[in-house]
């Protein structure tokens, strides 16, 4: 008789109930396909693994399924919209905790350029960072969750860059009244976001009379995810080349940190099926 294959924990393992929180959303497999042999928890602990470790998928431990397994995953979930989804509920789920109602009325919007690979699609040079990559443009609720994250290249403008988040956004969030910013977005863009959608533009500005950091109301709540975010590596850079799978790294850190709050606690050592270790998606 043989002893079912296990292996240690790594610490971003989701625990049981976090997978509990997860499992009924990820999509079943093809009644005509062939029978699914491949364990989705582990291929979720893996793409975890890498967002926090910033490895290459082909270093991916070998105790987890193969990586070519791994990353078509990750490419048909993103292709399927899973993580924003995955993304969508568990911060429905954080601010009824929270004891708010589950979509917000009000949020934030900023933006973080970071430095582009030699795999990255996207390049261009914001010359107020003195950075030459991309531009990651957020928008978040005033819980600090993401509500709507678009990647484009460095070079592009503040607030062109806030038109292509506002336009992505406006058709999820009905409830959405009042975006605070920075003075980065101050001018065209109040009067046309108002004629877009009725949102209201609230510019949050820093005092010229005040030397040295000071905290802003208001806007210290989306520079504060992006605090949360820079603690996964693979955000550290921009590697991918195509924009909607940066966009997914964002979503799957925010995921990540959403279930830790939901269901605290640390992953036990894993049990796993023969299966586990078979090549199928």
């Given at each position: 008789?043989?002893?079912?294959?296990?292996?240690?924990?790594?610490?971003?393992?989701?625990?049981?109930?976090?997978?509990?929180?997860?499992?009924?959303?990820v999509p079943a497999p093809v009644p005509a396909g062939a029978p699914r042999t491949t364990d989705l928890r582990e291929v979720l602990n893996a793409i975890f693994y890498r967002l926090?470790?910033?490895?290459?998928?082909?270093?991916?431990?070998?105790?987890?399924?193969?990586?070519?397994?791994?990353?078509?995953?990750?490419?048909?979930?993103?292709?399927?919209?899973?993580?924003?989804?995955?993304?969508?509920?568990?911060?429905?789920?954080?601010?009824?905790?929270?004891?708010?109602?589950?979509?917000?009325?009000?949020?934030?919007?900023?933006?973080?350029?970071?430095?582009?690979?030699?795999?990255?699609?996207?390049?261009?040079?914001?010359?107020?960072?003195?950075?030459?990559?991309?531009?990651?443009?957020?928008?978040?609720?005033?819980?600090?969750?993401?509500?709507?994250?678009?990647?484009?290249?460095?070079?592009?403008?503040?607030?062109?860059?806030?038109?292509?988040?506002?336009a992505r956004a406006w058709p999820k969030f009905p409830t959405l009244r009042l975006v605070w910013a920075d003075g980065g977005y101050a001018g065209k863009l109040i009067t046309w976001l108002h004629a877009l959608c009725g949102w209201v533009l609230t510019i949050v500005k820093r005092s010229?009379?005040?030397?040295?950091?000071?905290?802003?109301?208001?806007?210290?709540?989306?520079?504060?995810?992006?605090?949360?975010?820079?603690?996964?590596?693979?955000?550290?850079?921009?590697?991918?080349?195509?924009?909607?799978?940066?966009?997914?790294?964002?979503?799957?850190?925010?995921?990540?940190?959403?279930?830790?709050?939901?269901?605290?606690?640390?992953?036990?050592?894993?049990?796993?099926?023969?299966?586990?270790?078979?090549?199928?998606?």
């Amino acid at each position: 008789m043989h002893a079912t294959p296990s292996r240690s924990a790594y610490d971003t393992d989701v625990t049981d109930a976090q997978w509990a929180l997860v499992e009924s959303l990820v999509p079943a497999p093809v009644p005509a396909g062939a029978p699914r042999t491949t364990d989705l928890r582990e291929v979720l602990n893996a793409i975890f693994y890498r967002l926090h470790t910033g490895c290459a998928w082909k270093d991916l431990p070998h105790d987890f399924p193969p990586e070519g397994t791994v990353r078509e995953y990750f490419h048909c979930w993103r292709r399927q919209g899973l993580w924003e989804r995955l993304n969508d509920t568990l911060r429905r789920q954080v601010r009824q905790a929270e004891g708010k109602q589950p979509e917000p009325t009000a949020a934030l919007i900023d933006s973080q350029s970071v430095k582009a690979t030699r795999t990255s699609g996207l390049r261009g040079y914001d010359a107020g960072k003195k950075v030459k990559g991309t531009k990651r443009h957020i928008l978040v609720d005033t819980v600090g969750l993401l509500l709507c994250v678009v990647l484009h290249a460095a070079n592009v403008p503040d607030r062109d860059g806030a038109q292509l988040v506002f336009a992505r956004a406006w058709p999820k969030f009905p409830t959405l009244r009042l975006v605070w910013a920075d003075g980065g977005y101050a001018g065209k863009l109040i009067t046309w976001l108002h004629a877009l959608c009725g949102w209201v533009l609230t510019i949050v500005k820093r005092s010229d009379g005040v030397k040295g950091w000071v905290l802003l109301p208001r806007r210290w709540v989306v520079e504060r995810t992006f605090a949360w975010l820079s603690q996964c590596r693979v955000l550290a850079r921009d590697y991918e080349y195509h924009a909607a799978s940066s966009e997914a790294w964002v979503q799957i850190g925010m995921i990540h940190l959403m279930l830790r709050r939901l269901q605290p606690g640390k992953p036990q050592r894993r049990h796993r099926s023969r299966l586990a270790n078979c090549i199928g998606v």
